[in-house]
C-alpha cells in the first residue's frame, strides 16, 4: 500500500467502481482500466477477476490516480510516474498531507519542507508542485457526492453502461 497515514481508514469494507473513481479522478474509464491492467494504479479493495469482475477502489487509491493524472497534465511520463510512485513506496514516508510533489518536466521530487522547496528552486530549474493535502481534500469533497459500493456486491460495470445506453435510446 502507498499511503498509510494522513487518510481516511481503510477498513471498510465498501470502496468505488471504477466509473466513480475515474470520475473521481478525473480520468476517463479507459486510462482507469489501462493503469490497473499494467499495475500503474491497481484497486485496493477488490481487482478485476476476469470478464463480469468489479474492480473497487479505495479512497487512497482515488487518491493515486488523481496525483498520477495531475503529474501527466504536467508533461510527466507515464514511466517517470511509474518510478515516482514506486520511489514514493520505498521511501516510507508518513504525513502525505504534508507532502509536495514537484517536477521540472523530467524528474519528480518528493518535498517535505520549505528549505526542500527554496533549495529546488534555487538550482535555477523551474518546477511546479502539488500540494497532496489539496488533493486529498479535492478527492474527499468529490466521493461525498459519489456512492461507495459494498465490497460483496459484484456487478458487471460494462454491463451496467450498456444498459443504461440502451435505455436513453
Do not use: N
Amino acid at each position: 500500500m502507498l499511503f498509510t497515514d494522513g487518510l481516511p481508514d481503510q477498513r471498510d469494507a465498501s470502496g468505488y467502481r471504477g466509473a466513480i473513481a475515474a470520475e473521481a479522478a478525473g480520468i476517463t474509464y479507459r486510462q482507469l482500466d489501462y493503469w490497473a491492467r499494467t499495475g500503474l494504479v491497481e484497486p485496493t479493495i477488490r481487482t478485476a477477476h476476469g470478464s463480469g469482475s468489479q474492480r473497487l477502489y479505495s479512497f487512497r487509491d482515488i487518491l493515486v490516480l488523481k496525483l498520477v493524472k495531475r503529474l501527466l497534465d504536467t508533461g510527466i511520463t507515464l514511466q517517470q510516474i511509474r518510478v515516482a510512485i514506486q520511489q514514493l513506496h520505498e521511501s516510507g514516508f508518513h504525513d502525505l498531507a504534508q507532502i509536495t510533489l514537484m517536477s521540472d518536466g523530467a524528474s519528480v521530487y518528493l518535498c517535505t519542507s520549505s528549505d526542500e522547496v527554496i533549495d529546488l528552486l534555487g538550482r535555477g530549474q523551474g518546477v511546479f508542485g502539488i500540494a497532496v493535502g489539496t488533493v486529498l481534500r479535492e478527492v474527499e469533497s468529490q466521493l461525498v457526492e459519489l456512492d461507495a459500493t459494498p465490497a460483496e456486491m459484484q456487478v458487471d460495470e460494462l454491463a451496467e453502461m450498456r444498459a443504461r445506453k440502451t435505455r436513453a435510446s
